[in-house]
């Protein structure tokens, strides 16, 4: 203003009022008639005569208590706040009113000159204090008679002796309160283009929460203005437009632009047209009409579809008719149509600020929806604060559950990232068909936080485009439109798929060996291509440089020759041409069994299953899933007796309608028909209130046909400590290989069933002396027939078995017990036998001897 209009004088530059003084028009504010206002030295003026409360600030440097807005006083109403904070006067401070112009267009202009911002503590009790920001700084509130418009704008600024920090002021207009509704205040970041703040019609938080946040660093423009306008009685406003700032020339198609329109005037609307043009590169002309807009209503205004048919830059338009106010019916951005680009951020404009997070780990990341079937091949994010400098982070493709399914390796950030756009190449290209996918920048966890994302301004913020994912919780993105974050400045780098690949790639059930297995998989839809490479290798392993490959037409494929004991990780995609191939499928990961062990001939034999890492189960056991649900016996460290481990199975909670039916088969044992078997474990149920059920069954291999024995079945397993519990007595009629198997076979909805410390112990036969006596066996000495005569003993049924002195069996055979029968021992060598007869469960002995 220079010498124009007339010096005001106050008693200090440091919490003052002036004298009234004179607006020179009449000013219409608050549904109120003024002509005078008070200054104050602390960046606030009062219309009318009565002066305010002349210390109004925030209670601390980085606090949003106390001051102007907060204030509850009578005389603190009706205040202009064009930059409120403790002030300092300098030796060039001057606050100054003039009038210029002509009637009815006069404007009174009132100016802080060269005042600077006063060190002050960060609260009200805290002993660290931030230095000054200015050294100085001007601005003014301009009056606009008629229009009664009201201007904040802000020149000559100096970064002050203090170092940089982020201070909180307040900026804004207050009429007859501070309740919502009775202000307008504006918002930002320290680092934040000052105009980019954010204007808002509440308070601002009583928390450490921004205010109009200011650090030496980030000065104002000269000139730099904030227009605030009285309501007009027609006046529909374009607040902003939707669209994607790049897109690509298939793949996002047809694409739907959107403008937001708010009714800001006085009266309620009706059939509003609002008309969106395309021109540059491609041209698209189309009008929606909002039928109804009520007073303060907003509404987003979805156009009817895009689609681009070149490369190139468009301008975006979206405009409204003529009403009262014609400077708020426009808007316009621009927008690149790339080959394979995503992205929300407009092209060629710089961050508003930069986003990041706590110490947590957190990824920050834009939704796009794709319409064909694409390849996401890297992540383009504008680093956009210096704080990132030195910290780890990548590149990742999210789905929509909030699993990461693409990423790139781990990358620090270095100076010269640092406002450039960085791209994070992922470390296998992803498939995304048809469906919404997520980009970010994922922040690897660090003692302090950094804010490496760089975002523009937008308000409102559009709904389900910026999001935050919380990594290792298991949660799926949130929706971050809440926020006043804007656009993150993220790019999807894509490309059209060649061919789609396999889906529900999968381990066929039961069909892993020691050095085997079967995968499944679904084809593509559409046409089949005419063959499959599966790719398998250690987990980890990247499928386009390593691993081995097995070819198929169809599914399923069988893999061989894998090695025992080993976790493997596969991958199935499709051969789209001789020279071309589809994506990889997503990987499933697979254990091969080891190698059985020899058939376990020494006794006792005892297992308590902590040789293993739950769930695995011991080496020779093997599991049959018969009602094919997922669930069945593992190992767990949920209930054991002893050590960590117990044989567990836990219900179907998925489906409370699905019985137990599962097996779990013992490595192979060696069994004599000579010996009988005891088998002791030890049980508990998970609660008494669901009854397990169990019955254990011995035969000659480890399938359900192979069962052919029951020695143990209760329906009505309810102990929930650890109780022993013991099997019939196992007798085989012949040497041989043998396998115990226990079948849980527990109704629905039941609960859990832990076996632990299994024992099984061998001796020989209990023999029945009586019965004994009442079996006939003559010659004996024999050379060849022996004649046995089992009518005393009243049996129904009779086995024989003849065991040589090495305890090896050498001849068995049913006998008759009506009458009597005879052995051919003709073949046997000398020597002496033993003659073996189960007769109805009950055994009898003779000793028999072989003469040549």
Request: charged share 10%; aromatic share 8%.
């Amino acid at each position: 203003m220079g010498t124009a209009g007339t010096a005001i004088a106050t008693d200090n530059t440091d919490n003052a009022n002036s004298a009234v003084q004179d607006i020179g028009f009449t000013f219409s504010y608050n549904g109120q008639s003024f002509t005078q206002f008070v200054l104050n030295t602390n960046g606030y003026l009062k219309l009318g005569s009565q002066a305010p409360s002349p210390a109004l600030y925030f209670d601390g440097s980085q606090v949003t208590t106390g001051g102007p807005f907060n204030s509850t006083a009578a005389t603190d109403v009706n205040l202009l706040v064009p930059f409120n904070t403790d002030w300092l006067g300098t030796p060039t401070t001057e606050y100054r009113v003039a009038v210029t112009g002509t009637a009815p267009n006069r404007v009174c202009i009132v100016q802080w000159k060269d005042v600077q911002d006063k060190a002050r503590a960060t609260t009200a009790t805290s002993t660290t204090v931030l230095g000054e920001q200015f050294a100085t700084v001007s601005f003014q509130v301009k009056l606009y008679e008629t229009t009664n418009n009201i201007e904040f704008t802000y020149g000559n600024a100096t970064p002050g002796p203090g170092a940089d920090a982020a201070k909180y002021g307040a900026v804004g207009v207050k009429g007859s309160g501070n309740a919502n509704g009775q202000l307008v205040t504006l918002v930002k970041g320290s680092t934040t283009a000052w105009l980019n703040a954010s204007p808002q019609d509440v308070n601002y938080p009583l928390a450490n929460s921004n205010g109009f946040n200011f650090r030496k660093t980030v000065l104002p423009a000269t000139g730099s203005t904030f227009r605030f306008r009285p309501t007009q009685p027609n006046d529909a406003s374009l607040v902003t437009i939707y669209t994607l700032g790049k897109l690509p020339l298939s793949g996002a198609t047809p694409h739907v632009i959107q403008g937001v329109v708010r009714n800001v005037g006085l009266n309620p609307l009706t059939n509003v047209p609002v008309t969106l043009q395309v021109s540059g590169a491609n041209t698209f002309t189309t009008t929606q009409t909002v039928a109804s807009l009520p007073v303060g209503a907003t509404t987003v205004v979805s156009f009817a579809g895009f689609t681009p048919t070149a490369v190139g830059n468009n301008t975006i338009t979206v405009s409204l008719p003529n009403d009262d106010v014609n400077e708020n019916n426009s808007s316009a951005t621009t927008q690149q149509v790339t080959d394979g680009v995503y992205s929300y951020a407009t092209p060629g404009v710089g961050p508003t600020t930069s986003y990041g997070g706590s110490t947590t780990p957190l990824a920050f990341l834009s939704r796009f929806t794709a319409t064909d079937n694409r390849s996401v091949q890297a992540v383009n994010v504008y680093i956009g604060d210096a704080s990132a400098v030195g910290k780890a982070v990548y590149g990742v493709v999210v789905n929509t559950l909030g699993a990461i399914i693409g990423r790139s390796p781990n990358y620090t950030v270095t100076t010269a990232d640092v406002g450039t756009y960085k791209t994070f190449t992922l470390s296998a290209p992803v498939l995304v068909s048809s469906s919404n996918f997520f980009v970010g920048l994922a922040l690897t966890p660090n003692p302090t936080s950094y804010f490496p994302v760089g975002t523009q301004a937008q308000a409102p913020t559009r709904r389900m485009a910026s999001y935050l994912l919380v990594l290792g919780d298991g949660s799926a993105p949130s929706d971050y439109s809440t926020s006043t974050i804007g656009k993150f400045m993220i790019e999807a780098v894509t490309a059209p798929a060649t061919c789609l690949p396999p889906a529900a790639l999968a381990v066929a059930a039961n069909s892993v060996t020691a050095t085997g297995a079967t995968l499944s998989f679904t084809a593509p839809a559409g046409t089949a291509p005419a063959s499959y490479s599966l790719v398998y290798g250690p987990t980890g392993f990247d499928p386009a440089t390593a691993g081995a490959t097995a070819t198929g037409t169809a599914s399923p494929i069988v893999l061989t020759g894998l090695t025992p004991a080993t976790t493997y990780q596969a991958y199935v995609r499709s051969t789209c041409s001789s020279t071309s191939a589809s994506l990889f499928s997503a990987p499933v990961t697979f254990t091969t069994l080891c190698t059985p062990p020899a058939p376990l001939a020494t006794f006792p034999y005892n297992e308590n299953f902590d040789g293993v890492t739950a769930p695995a189960l011991p080496c020779g056991f093997t599991v049959f899933d018969a009602n094919t649900d997922g669930f069945t016996w593992t190992t767990s460290t949920a209930a054991a007796r002893s050590g960590a481990n117990a044989l567990t199975y836990n219900f179907n909670n998925q489906s409370l309608t699905t019985a137990a039916d599962d097996w779990v088969f013992t490595p192979a044992l060696t069994l004599q028909a000579a010996q009988q078997y005891l088998l002791s474990f030890y049980y508990r149920v998970g609660t008494a209130t669901t009854p397990e059920r169990l019955e254990i069954k011995v035969g000659t291999a480890p399938t359900v046909a192979g069962m052919t024995t029951t020695i143990f079945t209760n329906n009505n397993l309810t102990a929930t400590t650890f109780t022993q519990a013991t099997a019939q007595p196992i007798r085989v009629a012949t040497d041989g290989t043998y396998y115990v198997g226990m079948h849980v076979i527990s109704a629905a909805n039941s609960f859990r069933l832990s076996i632990d410390d299994v024992t099984l112990t061998a001796g020989p036969l209990a023999v029945n002396q009586a019965l004994s006596q009442a079996v006939a066996a003559y010659p004996n000495p024999t050379s060849g027939l022996l004649n046995v005569d089992l009518r005393s003993s009243k049996a129904r049924q009779a086995q024989a078995t003849v065991v040589n002195s090495l305890g090896q069996t050498v001849l068995t055979r049913t006998l008759s017990t009506k009458q009597p029968d005879q052995l051919d021992l003709a073949t046997l060598a000398a020597g002496i036998y033993t003659l073996k007869l189960d007769l109805d469960g009950e055994t009898a002995v003779k000793r028999i001897s072989v003469q040549k």
